[in-house]
């Protein structure tokens, strides 16, 4: 097989953030349920926007976070996702190509605008995020681009994609073409109450078609309704080939049949904001993949990145992330 | 005369920032003047916006940032300016009102689109800035609400309204209003370029109309066509009641007839990026004058607030900037 164009492709809702800071109690008067992410329509979405202090607009999507900071690695990227040709769509686009990643969805002309997230900071940095999904929503089989999910090592699907229908049958199909011409297929599980809206449709996906399974502490345990950390690693072992699972600050377990390795979380001086944190982690550990390094290596580059992430507001970082990547590379 | 309703009611181009950060090479290639604004037409702002890096987007213009940060130090506020009925025009509408700004412009419904600005930040920290006014262009004296000029104990105007005719009669008409009414008049030069383009007309407007006075080296320099500081600070002596004169590290001289003050910059760890530091020198200085403080001591606070604005990136400070005024205020 010829050496394939790109690391990575993602799919994934095309979002654009609006992150404003929040005090707890205001999520508490309006019924948010903080840490987690909420789809909500339009009106809701401007009713809660009309609430908030000052706002900052940057460029989001879980997908295409990961996609946006794999290519300032230096990984060679592609994304899809639907924008609507407006003003946040403009700004989707530029920035994930300003990035060096292949871009080429065409915008919507007509239908709902650009998807956004309205992204709410709690003083102790966690995040509460209400999405609009707007124009993702329409993204479906039609989107996709055949050859260049050909062409590509890893095909990385975000869980969240499980919820517009039209883009759940672009994700099977996209897999189905990535694993017809020998590739790789990496699931991110986005979001418990995600996990807990599709479980038996995931749980059938991974033992079908993920070989790389990401997930955080609580969505694992949503997808397998254990109560332990422990437990729902002996029930993913083997359950996909390689799962590689984060704990926050206390790092992340990779698990590949008889493989596990427990990696220690990387140094962060002061935590300003978790967005990102599990998007930037899977940026690193596929660099890490695609690059051909093992799998603690994968597991320590993607905790750097995640570190970096949430040392900062937004869900990319704003400076060059590879003298770090170099350092734990450095033998 | 009664108590005013408001303690400053800005006037200026209603813009969306969108910052990046970019090389000097860049600026050069591109034959751009570092460390100035430039107006630029839609045609010109995507051509440069294409080249650029990812970006952020948030609220900007230069009266606007002055009111926005004179609103989060406890101020009251009003602000006019035109928005198209777009993206952009609902972020800044959002922004100003969520710091409890009074913003009632209604927004364009057809025509350009709301303004933007690309804030091309250098790595020593330096902006420099392509403006496209769009739907800024046709705030008019049709926007004025004499009412609020009437109720607010200073009007604040930016230079930059000069360079769109329609704005400029505004600005003249706001003047005769709030002076009619017993009001001051602040004016902030805003840019030397600017000042260059509009020199006999500002210096009319100086003598005739101004109160105060907000000026950086560069611009002051330019408005007199003279070679040094002083020989600027000679000549604005007694041309205006107050003139507030900002030099960067070397903090700001304040001059009021016979009674001239030097003060001190505020320390900074590391600049981050200067845009919005003369705008929040403004707010500081403003906020001072309204709560009836001395010169020296306005001049100490907006020196407060400049120096945390440009810790950080963008224009309007992102945390609250009380608790540092009031330790300038503290005996």
Redesign the interface.
């Known amino acids: 097989m010829s050496d394939p164009r790109f690391d990575v492709v993602g799919l994934g809702n095309a979002i654009v953030d609006v992150l404003t ?1 929040t005090e707890d109690a205001f999520l508490a008067d309006q019924g948010l349920d903080k840490g987690a992410m909420t789809l909500v329509d339009q009106e809701r979405s401007r009713q809660i ?2 609430k ?8 989001g999507g879980s997908a295409a976070n990961t996609i ?1 900071v794999l290519a300032g690695l230096g990984g060679r990227a592609a994304f899809m996702g639907r924008v609507r040709d ?3 769509g403009r ?1 989707f686009a ?3 190509r ?2 060096g990643v292949r871009y080429e969805t065409p915008p919507a002309a007509d239908g709902p ?1 650009t998807a956004n997230c309205l992204v709410l900071v709690s003083p102790d940095a966690e995040r509460t995020m209400l999405t609009y999904l707007g124009a993702s929503v329409h993204f479906g089989p039609g989107d996709l681009e055949p050859e260049v999910i050909r062409d590509a090592r890893v095909t990385y699907l975000e869980g969240y994609l499980w919820d517009p229908p039209a883009a759940k049958e672009a994700f099977r199909a996209a897999a189905r073409e990535a694993h017809a011409a020998g590739r790789e297929v990496a699931l991110s599980l986005s979001d418990p109450f995600c996990v807990d809206r599709h479980r038996d449709d995931f749980l059938h996906l991974i033992e079908g078609e993920v070989d790389i399974l990401f997930a955080n502490e609580d969505e694992i345990l949503s997808l397998y309704q254990v109560e332990t950390f422990d437990a729902a690693l002996q029930q993913v072992r083997g359950h996909c080939k390689v799962a590689a699972l984060t704990r926050s600050e206390k790092g992340s377990v990779v698990v590949a049949g008889d493989e596990v390795h427990v990696i220690d979380a990387a140094a962060v001086d002061q935590v300003k904001d978790t967005t990102g944190a599990g998007d930037a982690y899977a940026a690193g550990f596929l660099y890490g993949h695609t690059q051909g390094h093992d799998l603690a290596t994968c597991a320590r580059i993607g905790g750097v990145c995640a570190a970096r992430v949430i040392s900062a ?2 869900a ?1 970082p ?1 400076d060059d992330l590879r003298p770090a990547v170099e350092d734990v590379l450095r033998p």
């Open positions: 800071r926007y009309d908030v202090g000052p706002a900052t607009e940057c460029s946006a407006d003003e946040l700004i530029h920035d994930i300003a990035m605008d507001m937004g990319r704003d």
